[in-house]
């Protein structure tokens, strides 16, 4: 864990390069030994206009930072103006002259992001470059005055002269100083009286203290490790820590007749009540059994998500659009026993079958709200997790991408863009990867047809166990997206693994090198046949296979995931579940030292199989 005092600087310098900040460096000016350009830079920019940028010019100076905005690169650098500094210090009671080069150089990089962003490209909600202290700024769109549209940063300070473009990026000038906030989530919503009952609530139920993590001070990033394919291999560059909350005002709770956070403790308990058909008789409220608990639980997510990025970020649209998933979904496990909340795009959360959801606040200065290791977005209404919910949002097909259910993926980042690390021992919270495995997370490019684009493979003697979600009580078949691709002697070559769900094995071994047109699976391209695959989905389903969903593919091609012998679906069973907060495991273990790739994993109730369709 890590405390404030101790959150380190972790700048981008040029493209590559990244350098954290220690006392040593301190002194040097930075990216005074990177090329400079003989044309208009970012700082060449700022000094031909000394009535708007002079005070951020000498701030600039003492930090050491004249360098580094003269360097090559491609950055976004939202500059203060005079006035914000004078805002800044007034404020702050400071002055420029009181502030350290450290503080400075803390504040300054704050205002820098290391990719170009013209002010066409942003976007509502948390821009997708972090910046220079690896924090994600947001944006938002303003009330229209005089005829123009105002760009908020941070909700706070508008942009007043946008896309100032230079040689090395683009000058956006902000009238406000964007400060870095110091504070845990609990305290970020303690500085508003809109929040009093929840932030009750999370403080004596003890789950503000489980929201305090913000980066491994002891990992290192393994460089140059050798995979499956060769040496060149590196690890993820941070292992740091990231929260949501879903919160309601004080005003939303009054709507249902929760006036006090006494109001809320009656109302849990009638809530356990009737999901559990028993009474909460658990009076220790830090108890992850109490009803108060378990409410507060359900609104917090093991990942930083702002509102852009809960759904689509991880459905690239070239790998669904045009497969015909009109409508994404993402399940996501909550602090509440990892049971699962339902987003869909626009942000519906929970959505019932009468077309009723829990939607996020209109109110854009009480959504991404972000503090150091986490952010909030206040609801407009209360969300309770009940049989409502159970019986109607998550009783059905539910289809979760397994990377959805690694959160260190999304919090470091990884999950949304196009990089591939292998992952160390130790970094998953709800993965065991063995001793003798290699795990590596892949995203994906325009040749894949993996599910929202990336995937996870392991290879050597692999043995994985992955902690899976909690469903509703019933009985489900359980399903695993699987890849078959024959390497042959290459270092792609898939082997044979045995497959377990719950410490059970599922079946005999599979040889993950034999496509799907291979005997013992039998698949047949639906085309091929005279009733365009009716008859083959069968045979397959009694051989424990079906093909994959119609809903994603490989837009390179043009190829439809249903149509890839390459993607299946591998039935591991039919199981019932009684326990609603029962925790479950998948697990896959080499029988051969080769590759094996993991995608999405399947819950689907059993009445439901045979009216499923092919989404």
């Known amino acids: 864990m890590k405390s404030k005092q101790l959150l380190r600087l972790l ?10 900040l220690n006392q040593s460096c301190l002194s040097d000016d930075i990216g005074q030994n990177f090329y400079t350009f003989t044309g208009e830079n970012i700082l060449t920019y700022l000094q031909k206009d000394t009535a708007r940028y002079s005070e951020l010019l000498k701030a600039l100076d ?47 990089f704050y205002h820098l992001v290391p990719v170009k962003y013209m002010v066409a490209e942003f976007a509502e909600g948390g821009l997708p470059t972090a910046n220079m202290k690896n924090r994600y700024l947001n944006i938002t769109f303003a009330n229209y005055q005089s005829g123009n549209q105002v760009i908020d940063v941070n909700g706070t300070s508008p942009i007043v002269l946008a896309d100032q473009d230079t040689h090395n990026g683009v000058v956006h ?39 305090r993590m913000v980066e491994r001070e002891n990992y290192v990033q393994g460089l140059n490790l050798t995979g499956y394919n060769g040496p060149g291999w590196k690890n ?6 990231g929260y949501t909350a879903f919160v309601e005002s004080d005003s939303v709770f009054a709507l249902a007749g929760i006036h006090t956070y006494e109001d809320l403790v009656a109302r849990c308990k009638e809530k356990y009540l009737e999901l559990y058909e028993e009474p909460d008789t658990t009076t220790n409220v830090t108890s992850r059994k109490n009803s108060l608990n378990q409410f507060v639980s359900y609104h917090l997510l093991e990942i930083l998500s702002y509102s852009k990025d809960l759904v689509d970020k991880f459905y690239k649209s070239r790998h669904t659009t045009d497969f015909g998933e009109i409508q994404h979904k993402e399940y996501i496990p ?21 077309g009723t959801y829990i939607g996020l606040s209109n109110d854009l200065r009480r959504i991404n709200q972000s503090c150091m290791n986490g952010v909030y977005h206040e609801i407009n209404k209360v969300l309770w997790y009940d049989k409502k919910v159970e019986d109607d949002v998550l009783y059905k097909r539910v289809r979760i991408d397994i990377n959805s259910l690694i959160p260190e993926f999304t919090n470091n980042p990884m999950r949304g863009i196009f990089v591939s690390y292998m992952i160390p021992q130790g970094y998953m919270k709800y993965v065991n990867i063995g001793d003798k495995s290699n795990l590596y997370f892949k995203s994906g490019n325009l040749d894949w047809d993996c599910y929202q684009g990336d995937a996870v493979t392991a290879n050597n003697w692999f043995d994985i166990k992955i902690q899976l979600p909690p469903m509703p009580p019933g009985t489900y078949e359980v399903r695993f997206g699987i890849t078959l691709y024959d390497g042959g002697t290459s270092n ?79 039935i591991l069973g039919t199981f019932n579940y009684e326990d609603r907060d029962a925790a479950h495991e998948f697990r896959a273990k080499a029988i051969e030292a080769k590759l094996f790739g993991m995608d999405y994993i399947e819950f689907i109730p059993k009445g439901f199989i045979e009216n499923e369709d092919r989404h």
């Open 11 to 20: 700048p981008i310098l040029g493209l590559l390069a990244l350098i954290p």
């Open 236 to 241: 993820p560059p941070s292992l740091q820590y």
């Open 173 to 211: 000038a902000v009238g406000q100083v964007l400060e870095p906030s110091d504070k845990y989530l609990d305290e970020l919503l303690a500085d508003t009286t809109l929040y009093s009952i929840f932030v009750t609530a999370l403080r004596k139920t003890g789950m503000s203290d489980s929201l």
């Open 334 to 354: 909550t602090m509440r026993n990892r049971s699962l909340i339902e987003v869909k795009t626009g942000n519906l959360i929970n959505q019932h079958s009468d």
């Open 62 to 108: 003492k930090a050491g930072m004249n360098g580094l905005l003269s360097s090559y690169g491609t950055y976004t650098f939202f500059a203060p103006t005079n006035e914000a500094f004078r805002k800044y210090y007034v404020k702050d009671t400071t002055s420029l002259e009181q502030l350290t080069r450290a503080q400075l150089r803390n504040i300054l």
């Open 492 to 570: 792609l070559a898939q082997g044979v693994a045995q497959l377990y769900f719950d410490k059970n094995p599922v079946g005999i071994p599979i040889d993950f090198s034999k496509t799907a047109d291979k005997a013992v699976v039998g698949w047949i391209k639906d085309d091929q046949t005279e009733d365009d695959g009716y008859l083959n989905d069968k045979a397959m389903r009694n051989r424990g296979y079906m093909k994959a969903p119609d809903v994603y593919g490989q837009p390179s091609g043009g190829l439809n995931a249903r149509d890839d012998k390459g993607q299946v679906r591998r």
